[in-house]
């Protein structure tokens, strides 16, 4: 399995959530967005930030198994980055 994490950079997400946000749907971008958010927080542990950087270096990783693109492109996405949680 590959290690997505190496293709995280803050600049891509921000530009893969402003060019995609629309395909991916709100539960998609607001579960980054909450993953990104949980990075800045110095208390996070490692382990978790090890893999919030993975779920995300695949949501930008520019090879996804199914292409952004395609009518269900996000799917696989979703499978990476986990729901948020029920309020």
């Known amino acids: 399995m ?7 950079s803050v600049s891509r997400f921000w530009q893969k959530l ?8 709100l539960d998609l971008a607001y579960s980054a967005l909450v ?5 800045q927080d110095p208390n996070m542990p490692k382990w978790a930030q090890a893999k919030a950087y993975g779920a995300l270096g695949y949501l ?5 198994a199914v292409p952004d693109w395609w009518p269900v492109g996000c799917s696989g ?3 990476c980055v986990p729901p948020r949680h029920p309020r």
């Not at 590959?2 to 995280?8: A, I, K, P, Q, V």
């Open 2 to 8: 590959s290690d997505y994490s190496t293709h995280f």
């Open 18 to 25: 402003r060019d995609g946000a629309k395909n991916m749907g």
């Open 35 to 39: 993953l990104y958010y949980a990075l």
């Open 60 to 64: 930008i990783f520019p090879a996804d």
């Open 77 to 79: 996405n979703c499978m």
